[in-house]
């Protein structure tokens, strides 16, 4: 049973960088076949994607946020990582990280999920 | 970029219920749709993917249907369990994935 787990500060001040890190248990984030993704949910609003990797490397992410967003993977740690730069209060939400898994002729979705952090931007 | 609008955006049902959720895109997605089940404070768990399979370990009361820009997700029979919202995700214009708004659903 593949199981995720986000970490990292839950208080960021404004205009500094949030980051956080996801652990991948029982699964190899080497194996291939899946995307590791981090989407967010504001405060009693829906869910938005904000971008995924590939073990190897190569990122997608979502073209609203693109400019402050880096993701990156240590396949040694079995983790992978989100940084949102020059953050404001609109930044405050949960954030998951989920595995995003493709299926031929069947589309993408995301069929694991971190319990999720709540990551607070405030002075 | 595609559009995802479901309705409706709450309801109130009982407990043995038939429930239909709607969930509309603004362009052709083909059948490029899931549905996801959320708890309060919990993460979302993926109920059914291409538009109609239903993921493993998911009951058989849920269902959905659809094709193109219309999609449904039917729960038979509702169960105390089930009180969540439900939110609709496209995958036909990846990378660039779209969630609906949500539908809450709660006891009526």
């Known amino acids: 049973q593949v199981q995720l787990q986000e970490s990292g500060p839950g208080l960021v001040k404004p205009s500094q960088t949030l980051s956080l890190t996801c652990t991948v248990s029982?699964?190899?984030?080497?194996?291939?076949?899946?995307?590791w993704s981090w989407i967010r949910q504001h405060p009693g609003k829906g869910l938005e994607w904000i971008g995924y990797?590939?073990?190897?490397?190569?990122?997608y992410y979502n073209p609203s946020l693109k400019s402050r967003v880096t993701i990156s993977v240590d396949t040694s740690k079995n983790q992978f990582s989100l940084k949102l730069s020059s953050v404001t209060a609109a930044d405050t939400a949960v954030y998951y990280c989920?595995?995003?898994?493709?299926?031929?002729?069947?589309?993408?979705?995301?069929?694991?999920w971190g319990q999720g952090t709540l990551v607070t931007v405030s002075s | 970029d595609i559009q995802m609008t479901q309705s409706p955006s709450s309801l109130s049902a009982s407990v043995g219920d038939r429930v239909t959720i709607t969930c509309r895109a603004s362009?052709?997605?083909?059948?490029?749709l899931n549905w996801y089940q959320q708890k309060p404070g919990k993460a979302p768990k993926l109920l059914i993917y291409?538009?109609?399979s239903l993921q493993s370990g998911v009951p058989s009361r849920f269902s959905g249907s659809g094709s193109g820009t219309d999609f449904t997700l039917t729960i038979s029979s509702l169960q105390p369990e089930d009180f969540a919202t439900y939110y609709c995700?496209?995958?036909?214009?990846?990378?660039?994935?779209?969630f609906g708004p949500g539908t809450k659903v709660d006891i009526k």
């Open positions: 989920a595995r995003l898994w493709f299926g031929e002729l069947l589309g993408a979705s995301f069929d694991y």
């Open positions: 029982g699964g190899s984030i080497s194996s291939g076949g899946y995307y």
């Open positions: 990797i590939y073990y190897s490397g190569s990122t």
């Open positions: 362009q052709s997605i083909s059948s490029y």
């Open positions: 291409a538009a109609s």
């Open positions: 995700q496209q995958s036909y214009s990846t990378p660039r994935f779209a």
